[in-house]
């Protein structure tokens, strides 16, 4: 059987299909009788092989892209994780990203294994794209955060922020619609990506974090030779105090350093508060 001529326009072709290098995709031309569909398998095959050899790699670079719906009643936040800053700032990257942040919202699943079973395009889903944009950079590439709200009708919005670069995104819902609180939204959700609170107010604390700061609370305290008996009223003097630091509502609001970030909200509107928040980085 004769050999298979491979055309610079034939490569020219599944490279822009694909984004493989160049050698690699006629390589899988090659392999594959010049048949594009059958080149793509190739590919993706190389790229499955690849992934296996890369699993333990550390992805900590990447974009993370925060989106919400046109009418504001849902909101997504997802972080595609690469191995370094070059692939993580390339237009490419960053394409596919927004690519697949705009599947998220539109399919808006409920876990991340439901998003990466979502069709990409008529032919391969958002999984295969992945592997495939892996085989054509070389590097681990995966989608490591995905995080989302939805409000009811009626009753709130959700608010975006990307932050420094697609290197942080938050979405934050609050109570009331309109696009009178949208300024308000987003001021919230920039603090909470300067301020990283762990929580939304003090009941959603999670418990064993609790316990930890009453433990280091009450050690401090004993360290600094503190009857055995105040140990505990101490410890939860600065347990308050770890609130006030680290839940939204509470913090300190950072464009005026006289009120909280609940009383920011309602100096907008007395009723208005913040109802749940995501907040996703890299590294």
């Known amino acids: 059987m004769s050999e298979v001529t491979i055309s610079a326009t034939d490569v020219k072709n599944l490279r822009e299909q694909t984004g493989a290098g160049m050698m690699d995709c006629k390589k899988a031309l090659t392999e594959s009788g010049g048949n594009i569909e059958k080149a793509i398998e190739f590919l993706r095959k190389q ?15 990447g974009a993370v892209i925060a989106l919400t719906s046109a009418n504001r009643n849902k909101g997504i936040i ?3 994780s690469c191995e370094t800053d070059f692939v993580g700032k ?47 950079i070389g590097e681990k590439v995966e989608i490591a955060s995905y995080e989302k709200i939805e409000t009811k009708a009626g009753e709130g919005q959700v608010l975006p922020y990307i932050h420094a670069g697609n290197r942080a ?9 309109g ?31 609790i316990e930890k700061e009453i433990e280091i609370g009450k050690e401090q305290a004993r360290t600094e030779g503190k009857p055995e ?3 505990e009223k101490i410890a939860l003097g600065k347990l308050n105090k770890f609130y006030q630091e680290n839940t939204l509502l509470a913090q300190t609001y950072v464009k005026d350093g006289k009120i909280s970030v609940g009383d920011y909200l309602k100096s907008v509107n007395k009723d208005l508060t913040a109802t749940s928040f995501r907040h996703v980085a890299l590294g």
Request: proline share 2%; glycine share 4%; net charge negative.
């Open 47 to 61: 790229g499955q092989k690849l992934s296996i050899k890369r699993a333990d790699r550390d992805a900590k670079e």
């Open 78 to 80: 997802i972080r595609l």
């Open 90 to 136: 390339n237009e490419g990257f960053i394409t596919l990203a927004n690519e697949l942040a705009n599947i998220a919202l539109k399919e808006f699943t409920d876990t991340t294994e439901q998003l990466l079973a979502c069709s990409y395009n008529s032919s391969i889903t958002v999984a295969e794209k992945i592997t495939e944009y892996l085989a054509a």
């Open 169 to 177: 995104g938050v979405i934050v819902a609050l109570n009331l619609e």
């Open 179 to 209: 696009p009178e609180y949208i300024e308000a939204g987003k001021n919230v959700a920039m603090q909470i990506a300067a301020m990283k609170p762990v929580a939304l107010d003090k009941n959603g604390v999670d418990s064993a974090i």
């Open 229 to 231: 008996e105040m140990l």
